[in-house]
């Protein structure tokens, strides 16, 4: 397979986009929890 | 432990039970609302054609709307994100109410797209069948991935405050006590906490500015991505971004001067602060007549036959009115009032940014339906036509009065001015000016 | 694969109406109604517009039947956000109408304004009500989602199907939308334009050929022989 089909069927594959959403929002949502956790973490040995 | 603020008492005071005024202005806001939300219910049920859309304008008032509530929201983040960056220390006791102007207009962006789908409830649709090459998935991931952030941003320089809300308002309803127990995540004002608070929204800063960059470039390249004339220009990123954080910053300025009011915050909201983004208004002013010159000077001199229907259209034709207010709202007036007249003067500052933010839905109205109106085969096809219907005004009214209302409950439940940030100590920590610049996770 | 083309002759035109009759009963467009044509809204698949040229008394007017172009390279499919249009593997453009989401950004992107939205649920009057075309797969359109030429598919997969059940080949000639099958003045031709022996490819590479707005590379597939 080469490279310029790949990339077509990246934009182009309907689902592909949604799935690159929800792994954005996914990501997103466990690095803030993870930054609240290390905040409110602060100060607690 | 809590930050020491010698306002504490001043800017805690605004929360208290509602009065009957508080009531008084939920209940009209409500009703505005409401009336909005069955506007949008009966237009789902009969279908668009309550409005005044149609072939070839199929975008109006909606998108105006979602267009311009994306750009308030960038007021926050330009206040609190990109002046932290440049180390803006007057910034501070306005970062709160800024930000929750983001917070409270991004979800009526939102709800403007929805208001403007045919089949809102295959909004899913999105997700399940999405294909990235679509300007909207783009749209969905800026604005999606801005509006999270801008949550957690707001959330986390809010988590202090919820705290001393929780130990200081101890005579609040049960409900209020419980709710503020249960948002403060059990913060106990650490020394460390505040350090590691910091050193998150300053990372957090970074991510933001590129994000705030981002959204509005990508939002006006829903219309850019096409080859409708007067939209397929590369400046109209540029141009909307500039746009957002101009009508951001004005909107800044009306929600300070209402809150300084009302809440007889003078001590903390001082004039200088008003000073400061007089300053900042009249370069975005300057900023956007340059653009507004660069981008029509390059069309009007090309002189292509299409472009120049929807030039001429704007400059003398049927918009001309409102093409030529709106550089009036924009630039002319409000650059005069901005330069002589708002240097110490609240009035004449909110008069400048009110005209700016009218003048700046007028704008996104003039780029988005002058173009629709005369599409590429107009010789053949005909001048379009549109002059939206009450639905749309009713539905439009509804969202601003639906951010109100957000704004004005969350002024009644927290302090709008963050405290912990204005303190003079912090626990045990330096401050601000003392700290060491370090690179901090940026999220994500 | 055959890539379908069409190719009008204008010469031949004379803006009857007949081609933008036959798309209706063909393919079920609701009628929009007098009042809410003025505002824009009526839904023709198929519309004959009048292009002219120059004032009173020296004026020169071109009749223009404009189905839908079915782009080779379609502005309004690239941004479709769920793939509820999208060019199928013979080059017809054609709508997802259980899919599509009514963003309408594809209406907008299409630089031919010939898609069409379904302000209203579908309406007919009782007379024609009962005139509809039975085929499945021209069903009334929803309101809210999107609607286009499609060059009669409907009739290209019934074609395909007749074929089979006669047991022979499909022939590109064994299949023809409506608009082409009902020209008066037979200025239509439809057909296979990959194949080099076809009329329709001959006709597009007559020197009088030319396709609208073809300066933005949209490449459609409908043909126009020059007036004259």
Known sequence: ?45 | MHPENKHEKLILKPIHRPTTSDRILWFILGGIFLLGLSAWVRQYVIGLGVTGLNRPVYWGVYITNFVFFIGLAHSGTFISAILRIAGQGWRKPLTRAAEAITLFSLPFGVASILADMGRPERVFNIIFFGRYQSPILWDFTAVGLYFLSSIVFFYLSLLPDIALCRDRLTNAPDWQRRMYEILALGWQGHPEQFHRLEKVLDGMAIFMTMLVVTVHTVVSWMFGMTLQPGWHTALIGPFFLLGAILSGTAAVVIALAILRKVYKLEEVLHIGLFNSIRKLLITFTLGWIYMMIAEHLTIGYGNMKEEMVVLLDKFTGTYATIFWSMALLVFGLPVLILIFKAKNNIGWMVTASILINIGMWLERYIVIIPSEVSPRLLPVMGQGIYLPTATEWLITAAWFAGMFLLYTTFTRFFPIIPIWETAEHLPEIEPEGARVAQTAPTGD | MPRWGMVIDLDKCFACQSCTAACRMENNTPIAGPDQAILGRAILWNEVLPFLEGEYPLVHATMIPRPCMHCDNPPCTAVCPVRATYKNEEGIVVVDYQRCIGCRMCTVACPYAIRYFNWFPPEWPQALKQHLNPDPEVAPRPKGVVEKCTFCIQRLHRAREKAAAEGRTFQATDYMPACVQTCTGHARYFGDLDDPNSLVSKLSHSPRAFRLLEELGTEPKVYYLKQG
């Open chain 1, 1 to 45: 397979m080469d490279i310029s089909s790949l990339v077509y069927a990246f934009f182009n594959t309907p689902g592909v986009g949604g799935a690159v959403i929800l792994t954005i929002f996914t990501g997103a949502c466990l690095i803030y929890v993870y930054l609240t956790r290390w905040i409110l973490r602060g100060g607690r040995k």
